[in-house]
């Protein structure tokens, strides 16, 4: 059964090298895991510091949301190609993706003026991984199905960030309110688009 996102990085040399450094230094996986809330949290205060114009601010935002990613990629590397996988890390493996969502979407909220925004988008964008997870309890394969999966959200959040530096407002809108109405948008019509796909492979287990 299919659990695990696919990541082409993991392929990547400098990120075996990385994971196995991390594994030899003995620095466990939900300890990499951890560290990524800490990452949102200061990307969502440096989205809402910047008042989305701000560029150094901006700038941290990018970076710490590229290092939250970077968490994500580590902490599964270590856990199973390192062999250190560790009895509670279901839990550090999945609940810090949902607070980070919100950390960093509800930041970007504020910064650019439109709170409910950024809640409304941070709600859909932990909707999207409860259906994923809600297949997933009935025995069906993750789907990790976008746009707007979460790898999508966050590299949208970092190049709201950085063209945010050179361009606060874009087409009528502040750069990260757009950015923001594309993330609900997506990550709205990714929820209903897996529904419909667990539906339709429960349904057929009854054919």
């Known amino acids: 059964m299919a659990q695990r996102r ?18 030899q230094k003995n620095i466990t996986p939900n300890r990499i895991s951890q560290a990524s809330i ?19 601010w901006l700038i941290i935002t990018a970076l710490s949301v590229q290092g939250r990613l970077l968490c994500n990629l580590f902490d599964g590397m270590v856990a199973v190609e390192g062999g250190r996988e560790e009895p509670d890390g279901p839990f550090w493996n999945e609940a810090p993706d949902r607070y980070a969502d919100i950390l960093i979407l509800v930041g970007m909220g504020l910064g650019s003026g ?32 976008g746009p707007m999966a979460k790898q999508h959200r966050m590299a949208l959040a970092t ?12 087409f009528g809108f502040a750069t990260l309110e757009l950015a923001l109405w594309a993330i609900l948008a ?17 349904k057929s287990r009854e054919s």
């Open 6 to 23: 696919p990541i082409a990085t993991r392929d990547r040399k400098w990120a075996q090298r990385a994971a196995a450094w991390l594994a």
């Open 159 to 170: 190049l709201a960030a950085v063209v945010a530096v050179f361009l606060p407002v874009m």
């Open 38 to 56: 800490l990452f949102a949290a200061i990307a969502g205060v440096a989205f809402w510091l910047s008042n989305g114009s701000s560029a150094v």
């Open 186 to 202: 997506g990550a709205g019509f990714t929820a209903a688009r897996r529904g419909k796909r667990m539906i339709a492979k429960l």
């Open 114 to 145: 439109a709170p409910a925004l950024g809640w409304a988008a941070a709600t859909m964008a932990v909707l999207t991984a409860y259906t994923r997870e809600a297949g997933v309890a009935q025995g069906l394969d993750a789907d990790f199905a």
